[in-house]
């Protein structure tokens, strides 16, 4: 496993984790949020790829398409996410996107012709174990039904997007990849505003620095290392990873919201690292035993 990759990885889930707490603080609708987070965050990528003059051009025509799609998914994924913290809380928000690495685990072998290892039914499990004590009260009232609803389509569309990134990312640079999707976001939201014609508070000065910083650091950079970490770590791994993000949420929720920690979302914390631990060696592991079968074959070729 490449070090460097799983640092970025890393990286990128506490910013995402730190992500959650943004749509609390920005008192506007959950489409003008999704808007300006793709926008400035576009704007910053589009900067960042002028000054490095990487291609903006795609290989192959089918390489637009599957943009195309992964655009769309992430705005899927984006509006229910900020929709789901805002209707409940940050937590349920980002409990319910930690789901989104089972079905990955389960897809992936299949989409990218891998061999199952079943020994992440191991991890999976603590995972699932896990999320479930990180819940501090599962109650289903209405607001928290909703969250909880808007929480799992925004993870299942997650997960189909960062199928399509790990194919990507073999190809292009990661900032090239989330300008594309991120165009394509803003260019459907905007689509969207225009023939929904929603109700829309702009909020105050300080919202929108929120936003512009949202959109430039919390997104531009945190999905830029996301993707460029999937170069070298598995997306199954990848996705096990991100479901520190609830961990990263809690703590940062203790510190700026000064929310407690009860014993048992203690528990969850480690049951959830253990997890990560635990992925990461099964997967250096593989890994190992890949590059040993090919220097075997040719050894004996």
């Not at 909880?148 to 990661?174: F, Q, T």
């Not at 300008?179 to 014609?197: A, H, K, M, R």
Request: glycine share 6%; hydrophobic share 55%.
């Amino acid at each position: 496993m490449d070090k460097k990759s799983l640092l970025s990885v890393h990286l990128a889930v506490f910013l995402f984790g730190a992500s959650g707490l943004f749509v609390k603080f920005i008192d506007m609708p959950a489409f003008l949020i999704l808007l300006g987070r793709a926008m400035f965050s576009a704007i910053a990528l589009y900067i960042y790829i002028h000054i490095k003059k990487y291609p903006i051009r795609l290989k192959y025509p089918r390489h637009y398409f599957w943009n195309l799609m992964a655009g769309v998914l992430l705005t899927v994924h984006w509006f229910f996410f900020i929709l789901s913290v805002q209707v409940s809380t940050v937590a349920i928000g980002t409990i319910t996107f930690a789901t989104y690495p089972f079905i990955v685990s389960f897809i992936e072998p299949y989409v990218f012709k891998e061999k199952f290892q079943y020994k992440n039914l191991i991890t999976l499990f603590l995972v699932i174990i896990g999320v479930m004590f990180l819940i501090p009260a599962f109650q289903l009232t209405n607001e928290n039904t909703l969250g909880i609803i808007y929480g799992m389509i925004g993870s299942v569309s997650y997960a189909l997007l960062s199928l399509i990134n790990r194919r990507l990312a073999a190809n292009y640079d990661s900032a090239v990849i989330n300008l594309y999707e991120q165009g394509v976001s803003v260019c459907l939201v905007t689509l969207l505003i225009s023939i929904i014609d929603p109700p829309i508070s702009i909020g105050t000065q300080v919202d929108f620095i929120a936003l512009i910083i949202y959109g430039i650091i919390f997104t531009a950079l945190a999905h830029s290392l996301y993707i460029h970490g999937l170069k070298g770590v598995k997306a199954q791994t990848a996705s096990i990873i991100s479901v520190l993000e609830p961990v990263y949420s809690i703590f940062l929720a203790m510190l700026l919201l000064k929310e407690g920690l009860i014993i048992q979302e203690i528990i969850g914390i480690a049951l959830i690292l253990i997890s990560v631990i635990l992925a990461s060696y099964f997967d250096k592991n593989e890994l190992q035993k890949q590059k040993n079968q090919t220097e075997t074959h040719i050894d004996l070729s």
